[in-house]
């Protein structure tokens, strides 16, 4: 069972470069999450998709665009890569909204040089 | 507004012994639930336990339980007999009809053989 799947699992960019994650769930869930993931600020919420076709901002938007291409599939891009963008990255997927458990991918390990 | 709190950067417990993970959550929803996820080195994010906020009984799943307070808005974890492989960053997260997963800062776990 593949679940939720990142690619790639870890990327070197240079300031200013530009790159979009992906993210596939095999599960048929509606929902669907990205997150960074920081020293000593767990994980916060960048967007969400709450079902195909729709996208929402979460706590850290700034620097990030989503596209929600199918049920399947909800892709994260950074136009222009900035060092404050070094992070873990986290793909998710839910069945429904909020009341059951969100799978994750294994996480982007991303680096803005 | 929606946030969860973990006071508790690093615990450590003795193999064998029982330690409790701290969490305070607050949000303004009435229908939510409540989740441990557990991150090991792999980095892979695994549930541990889930609560509905609506059920007064306090979830269980074999050494792991939770002391759920709603009033106080507690939700802690208590692992028992603890293993080296109970080793890992736990998360507390709080989930509404807002659809979100909101994580708290982590506490990392040691185990001491």
């Known amino acids: 069972n593949a679940g939720v799947t990142q690619t790639p699992k870890f990327q070197v960019l240079k300031t200013g470069q530009s790159m979009t994650l992906q993210c596939a769930q095999d599960?048929?869930?509606?929902?669907m999450y990205w997150y960074r993931q920081d020293p000593g600020m767990g994980l916060r919420l960048i967007y969400y998709s709450a079902s195909e076709g729709t996208t929402d901002k979460g706590e850290v938007p700034n620097g990030y665009n989503v596209s929600r291409l199918n049920k399947r599939e909800f892709s994260l891009r950074l136009e222009s890569a900035a060092p404050s963008q070094t992070s873990v990255y986290f793909c998710?997927?839910?069945?429904?909204?909020?009341?059951?458990?969100?799978?994750f991918g294994q996480g982007t390990r991303l680096t803005v040089v | 507004a929606q946030t969860v709190t973990q006071s508790q950067p690093e615990m450590s417990v003795q193999e064998a012994e029982t330690v409790t993970l701290s969490c305070t959550y607050d949000t303004s929803e009435s229908d939510y639930y409540l989740f441990w996820y557990k991150q090991p080195p792999s980095r892979q994010m695994i549930l541990v336990i889930r609560?509905?906020?609506?059920?007064?009984q306090n979830a269980t799943e074999n050494r792991f339980s939770v002391n759920f307070q709603k009033a106080a808005k507690s939700f802690s974890l208590k692992i028992s007999d603890s293993q080296l492989g109970d080793a890992a960053m736990y998360f507390c997260a709080c989930s509404s009809g807002t659809y979100k997963y909101i994580f708290g800062t982590g506490t990392r776990l040691k185990v001491l053989a």
């Open positions: 599960m048929n869930h509606n929902s």
């Open positions: 609560q509905e906020a609506y059920k007064q």
């Open positions: 998710a997927s839910s069945p429904k909204a909020g009341n059951t458990e969100a799978f």
